[in-house]
């Protein structure tokens, strides 16, 4: 079912084919959306209430997923909104969305003392992606930020060093938090292309430096002591081989990667 959706960013639409009805959404990494929001249909756990309820009832072998757009991960919310206005998934005799406003889905919704303590009680302990904080500071505050603004906020920061004191105190904020598979792909995407100075390679040369135990596919174990010129003799994914270790996945093309103090 998820292996033809491809790993890239854009606005998709799920369509129910027992009654005609879609839900509209956006994702830097599709394939991972489509597979979310299909584990949480099974097991009954959607936010949209009226999707779930027809997946409930038509079963899920009824419901397609489509892309509608591929964008780059910076306009997805704008993109996202423009097919919102369009199709009006929210309408109920059209579809199941929930929300109006990409940019701030709680924007205007009640939710009753019941449904307030279920979600909390569902958030205790769950790290949050930065693009989820800005939407619930911007269903909280009610302003939407348009490009051009967030454009300009971008311009007006650019080259301003944060102080000690302050780099600290966000450095201890973000000890412990894990960021979601999609904030992470985001993250990436909007990377590439953009150039290194001298200075970052260097750390960066320096951080990748220190030694790692790898096993080969073969079964074989050895000490190397450059993760990053390791992977580029090997053809293989230096990020990918650092989940690998950090546990976020079991191998890499075959190959296992630990720390040095890790069990093997």
Partial sequence: MNSSVPRTSGIYKITCIANGKIYVGSSANLRIRWEQ???????????????????????????????????????????????????????????????????????????SNEARTKMSIAQMGRKQSVETIAK????????????????????????????NETRAKLSAKRKGRKNSPEAIEKMRAAKIGKPRSQETREKLSIAFAKEWIVIDPEGQVMKISNLTRFCKENKLSRWHMREVAEGKNKHHKGWKCFYPESEI
């Fill in 37 to 111: 929001h299909c584990n949480d249909l099974r097991r009954k756990a959607h936010h949209s209430i009226h999707l779930q309820r027809a997946w409930n009832k038509y079963g899920e072998n009824v419901f397609i997923f489509e892309i509608i757009e591929l964008v780059m991960p910076w306009a997805i919310l704008d993109r996202e909104q423009y097919w919102l206005d369009k199709l009006k998934p929210y309408d109920r005799s059209i579809g199941f969305n929930i929300a109006m406003n990409a940019f701030a889905p709680r924007l205007g919704l009640k939710a």
């Fill in 136 to 163: 619930r500071a911007l269903s909280i505050t009610g302003r939407i930020v348009s490009s051009e603004t967030r454009s300009k906020m971008s311009s007006a920061n650019r080259g301003k060093k944060a102080s």
